[in-house]
Every structure is written in C-alpha cells, then in structure tokens.
C-alpha cells in the first residue's frame, strides 16, 4: 500500500521518513515517491494492505543500480493473538525503460535475482540498507 496511505499516527509517518532518508544518505540523487501506486481499480486489487510501499527514482538509468526506479515494498505481520505488528522482510524491484531489470527480498536468502544485478558495491550497501529497515520497524 502507498506509504502515504500508510501514515495512521506520529510514529508510522516519522518512520516513513527515517527509512527515506536512510536511502538518500546512501544515494542522494534519489528522488522518494510516497505514492508509487495508481488508485485505480485494477491497481488497487493487487496491492498488499500489509505492506508500506516507496519509490525511488534517480535521474536517470542509474549504472550501478541498474535502474531508473526501484520499487520499496516493506511486508508486515499483524499477530492476531499479541496484537503487534512487525515488518517481516524488505521486497524491492529496480525497473527502467525496458522493465523490470532485477528484483530483491530479504524473506529468503536477501539475493538479487533478473536479467540485470547492481553492481557489488551497491548491492552490499543495498543489504545494509534492507537490514536498517528492518532494525527500524521492529
């Protein structure tokens, strides 16, 4: 779900903002988008109320990226029985003209799978910033 509909209190929104500005100390040529998602129907029913979802786009086809726009998505778990929620992993996908390029989740083994990869570098500041995200939410 749009990160911007996500902001129920202080605490969520200030959140929100800490995990923009934790990317854009890594890569401060980044542009946030806090409503990466269209409101329309058919958009609408593939989106996951359980998650806050971000969008990063950069200038331009960022090289070490490999992307113009990577998509944020941080999944939750509501526990029914304690009532808590907590973030249960980090999904992103980096797209540019042609599409989707490579896609990333920390649910598994937190590996880049697609036709193209970040570069090293950046993919291990990638895992750092995945892990920042996950210390921060929970």
Same mark, same amino acid.
């Given at each position: 779900?749009?990160?911007?509909?996500?902001?129920?209190?202080?605490?969520v @929104?200030?959140?929100?903002?800490?995990?923009?500005?934790?990317?854009?100390?890594?890569?401060?040529?980044?542009?946030?988008?806090?409503?990466?998602?269209?409101?329309?129907?058919?958009?609408l029913?593939?989106?996951?109320?359980?998650s806050?979802?971000?969008?990063?786009?950069?200038?331009?086809?960022?090289?070490s990226?490999?992307?113009?726009s990577?998509?944020?998505?941080?999944?939750?778990?509501?526990? %029914?029985?304690?009532?808590?929620?907590?973030?249960?992993?980090?999904? @992103? @996908?980096?797209?540019?003209?042609?599409?989707?390029?490579?896609?990333?989740?920390?649910?598994?083994?937190?590996?880049?799978?697609?036709?193209?990869?970040?570069?090293? %570098?950046?993919?291990e500041?990638?895992?750092?910033?995945?892990?920042?995200?996950?210390q921060?939410?929970?």
């Amino acid at each position: 779900m749009n990160a911007a509909e996500q902001v129920k209190n202080f605490e969520v @929104a200030s959140k929100i903002a800490a995990a923009v500005n934790l990317f854009k100390n890594q890569f401060p040529d980044v542009k946030a988008d806090l409503k990466p998602w269209t409101n329309d129907p058919d958009t609408l029913n593939l989106v996951d109320p359980d998650s806050i979802d971000i969008g990063f786009h950069f200038p331009g086809r960022s090289r070490s990226f490999q992307s113009r726009s990577i998509l944020v998505q941080i999944r939750f778990y509501q526990d %029914p029985v304690e009532g808590s929620r907590r973030a249960i992993g980090v999904e @992103a @996908a980096g797209y540019d003209h042609q599409g989707q390029q490579w896609r990333f989740s920390t649910v598994e083994n937190w590996c880049f799978v697609g036709s193209t990869e970040p570069a090293a %570098p950046v993919r291990e500041k990638w895992k750092h910033f995945c892990l920042e995200i996950l210390q921060l939410f929970n």
